[in-house]
């Protein structure tokens, strides 16, 4: 994970009380510390949580991460997992820690923690809402560049990503390295998902037969690939099948 760049700290960040706080931390505890044995104060998933609430709260940097756990109340710092000081009270991590662990912390894995925890959640709201339940769950993969993680000397990173198209949340997210491309990390991001019954939707890049073959008798699940005219090959092919193997002629607008 990039470090965040440093900005300016707003005056107010926005309130959250402990009883507000969803449980990650059965999800944030599976990403492994990076940090030696020795030394260590702040538990690793206590500092995500610390995070990981200053980011509700509006908080978009270091300075505004350290910030929000400096004006947490003694209880809500608790809840977090703080360690208590010898006095009984806690203190929240400093910029130079967040920015260090954060540095050092394996993107991938803490990208994995958040998405199922996502996904999860996402679930139970589904299971909850009567008619989403009973229609057909659907997940779009794409990809994008990550806006402000470009470097002096490293262009901007690039995330896979698999977000669901209903109440909106990111479920599975990994990094696309410069030496590869979007097709290799297809599996990957999807193999850790219950996709039985779910609609898989996707561009023609990931129109490969690997992986559309893995989705349909692997995951149990559907797919609709949308290939568009700066696709001119596979385009003119899909025109030219007959309308009653490939569903209504307007799908290929």
């Given amino acids: 994970m990039p470090a965040v760049a440093s900005s300016p700290i707003p005056a107010v960040l926005g309130p959250l009380?402990?009883?507000r706080i969803a449980d990650l931390r059965p999800y944030l505890e599976s990403v492994p510390d990076p940090r030696s044995r020795?030394?260590?104060w702040?538990?690793?998933t206590a500092i995500l949580l610390v995070c990981a609430c200053a980011a509700v709260c509006g908080a978009k940097s270091i300075d505004e991460l350290a910030e929000f756990g400096e004006r947490a109340t003694n209880s809500l710092l608790a809840s977090l997992g703080i360690r208590r000081r010898l006095l009984g009270w806690r203190r929240s991590p400093k910029p130079v820690t967040i920015g260090r662990v954060l540095q050092a912390l394996d993107g991938d894995a803490l990208d994995q923690a958040v998405g199922a925890y996502l996904a999860n959640r996402h679930r139970i709201t589904a299971s909850a809402d009567v008619p989403a339940a009973r229609s057909r769950q659907a997940i779009a993969v794409d990809g994008k560049a990550l806006k402000g993680s470009?470097?002096?000397d490293t262009p901007r990173r690039h995330l896979l990503s698999a977000v669901t198209h209903d109440r909106v949340a990111t479920i599975?997210?990994?990094?696309v390295g410069v030496k590869t491309n979007e097709v290799r990390h297809f599996k990957p991001l999807l193999a850790p998902l219950d996709l039985a019954g779910t609609v898989v939707t996707f561009d023609a890049l990931h129109s490969v037969k690997a992986n559309i073959t893995w989705l349909v008798e692997t995951k149990k699940a559907h797919y609709i690939a949308v290939i568009k005219t700066n696709q001119p090959t596979a385009y003119d092919q899909l025109a030219a099948l007959c309308?009653?193997?490939?569903?209504?002629p307007g799908w290929r607008s």
Wanted: glycine share 10%.
């Fill in 17 to 19: 009380d402990a009883d």
């Fill in 243 to 248: 309308c009653d193997r490939i569903g209504s």
């Fill in 42 to 44: 702040y538990a690793l």
């Fill in 38 to 40: 020795r030394g260590r």
């Fill in 150 to 152: 470009a470097r002096p």
């Fill in 172 to 175: 599975a997210q990994v990094e």
